[in-house]
């Protein structure tokens, strides 16, 4: 009788009116439906993978990767995937999914190679995958003049550096090498750049220096000065380089990303502690090459005038924007380095070289310029 009474006490009771009556066959049928979508799209992506091969050789049956690749068309793609995106998946993960799926079918025969503001685990690395997708190959460098020249001498098929932070302006030595380089602007990255204290340490009152990119400590000032006043703040060439002292340094932390964080094997302390929540970095994607447009682009000219401290010279230059209808966004001046107190001018267009009304106001503000240099027409970042 007793073991008979630990039988029943050991039957599950029977489901209440309403409950979870014929659970299991449901979620069963549920599975093996998305065996079958999954199954319908791995099918899929090979046939575009194969479809992406012959696009390969109807171009050129010994071409590079870097021959294949076009930055419009791939913004084209990823508009047209957040245009027909209506959920449940947010904007930015289909957008992560399709650029991963262009990413493998372009690498098919051999990556891209990548150069980028290095070292492992920077912002520019983010901004590397972010832009090309996880199947390149990704090559760090110790400065913007090293991406630069491994570009050049076409060692790497494309470059990555920063140009912009919208609270600490502009990064002026990118700017200064294109008076120098050949290369061209094939395409643009604008980052969301979430800093984090981090270290091996569990505390903060254990922390005695911090070592960021100076860029870094800048965007974190106002957070730093309510948090920990009076701390040692060290700049160092990058944030991953500070990430790697407080690694292998007792009592250094680093302000970094979660690139750094994971790379560099360190405890987050604080998380996000950048002054702005908005703060964002935009890139810039280098080339050898221009490409043509894509529907949303932006075009990046730079130009002088022979008398830059003449009355009226940067209006008479930058009037035929106005008089056919083109949005100036950004203008830069910076040295020119020819003779002192001589100055050049970065502008950022809306639209491409080649739209019409673009193309109008570019021949007559040509006239105008006594330098006059299209560094490229790209695609704006897609978001």
């Keep these: ?26 979620l069963e049928e549920i599975r093996q439906r998305i065996d079958t979508v999954d199954e319908e799209i791995h099918t899929l992506i090979n046939e575009r993978a194969r479809l992406a091969q012959q696009v390969g050789i109807s171009k050129s049956g010994t071409g590079r990767t870097v021959d294949f690749y076009r930055p419009e068309r791939e913004a084209q793609v990823l508009r047209l995937a957040r ?101 061209k602007i094939c395409g643009e990255v604008e980052l969301r750049v979430r800093h984090h204290l981090m270290g091996l ?11 960021s990119h100076p860029q870094s400590l800048a965007q974190c000032r106002g957070w730093l000065d309510a948090h920990l006043p009076g701390i040692e703040q060290v700049p160092v ?4 380089e500070g990430a790697r002292r407080a690694r292998d340094e007792k009592g250094t932390a680093a302000i970094a990303g979660d690139t750094a964080a994971e790379v560099y094997g360190l405890k987050v302390l604080a998380a996000q502690i950048e002054d702005r929540a908005d703060n964002t970095t935009r890139f810039l994607v280098l080339g050898r090459k221009l490409f043509t447009p894509s529907g949303e682009d932006r075009t ?84």
């Design 1 to 26: 009788m007793k073991a008979k009474r630990r039988r029943r006490a050991l039957r599950p009771p029977a489901p209440a009116a309403g409950g979870k009556v014929g659970l299991r066959p449901m």
């Design 83 to 183: 245009a027909r995106n209506l959920g449940p998946l947010k904007d930015d993960e289909v957008l992560r999914l399709f650029r991963e799926i262009m990413s493998a079918c372009l690498a098919q025969q051999e990556p891209l190679k990548v150069a980028f503001l290095g070292p492992e685990g920077t912002f520019t690395q983010t901004a590397v995958l972010n832009h090309f997708g996880h199947s390149v190959r990704a090559l760090p460098l110790g400065s913007i003049d090293e991406v630069f020249h491994e570009v050049e001498a076409a060692s790497a098929d494309f470059g990555v550096v920063p140009i912009e932070n919208s609270t600490e302006g502009t990064v002026n030595h990118t700017l200064d090498r294109f008076l120098t380089s050949p290369l």
């Design 201 to 211: 340490t569990g505390s903060l009152s254990r922390i005695e220096r911090i070592c």
């Design 237 to 240: 060439s990058s944030n991953a």
């Design 300 to 383: 990046t000219l730079l130009m002088s005038v022979s008398r830059s401290d003449a009355p009226g010279a940067l209006y008479r230059l930058l009037e035929p924007l106005a008089r056919h209808r083109v949005s100036l966004t950004r203008i830069e001046s910076r040295p020119s380095h020819r003779r002192k107190w001589d100055y050049v001018f970065f502008i950022d267009l809306e639209g491409h070289a080649d739209d019409p009304k673009v193309a109008r106001a570019l021949v007559a503000l040509k006239k105008r310029a006594s330098l006059y240099r299209v560094l490229g027409s790209y695609p704006r970042a897609v978001q």
